[in-house]
């Protein structure tokens, strides 16, 4: 009966997934203008991203070698806490403009 189960949780997965990719996909076709803000905002994370990238250190320090890390994941880890900490301030960043925003305009 196990079995069943799981193999019933693999395709509503697989099904959910589908449609989290096809649903907006037909969306941004039937409104294409807002494909273009879209793009917009992939085009900034792809910059954020790349940033990141260049910015993160491939060092793997001693207290690393003792768990097997290499340059690439040091590096992979390093641009994964950068885009964090960027998105994270321009979040907070945003909230704070927001708020001192509607407290000027009153």
Partial sequence: MANYGIILTYILIAAATIAAIAFPIKHLI???KKAKQVGI???ALLVIYIIA???ASDEVTEHFMK???TASQSKQVGTGLIVFYILAVGAL???LYT?????LNK
């Fill in 30 to 32: 039937s409104h294409p």
């Fill in 41 to 43: 905002g992939l085009g």
């Fill in 53 to 55: 990238a260049l910015s």
């Fill in 67 to 69: 768990f097997d890390v």
């Fill in 93 to 95: 960043l945003v909230t």
């Fill in 99 to 103: 708020e001192i925003s509607k407290m």
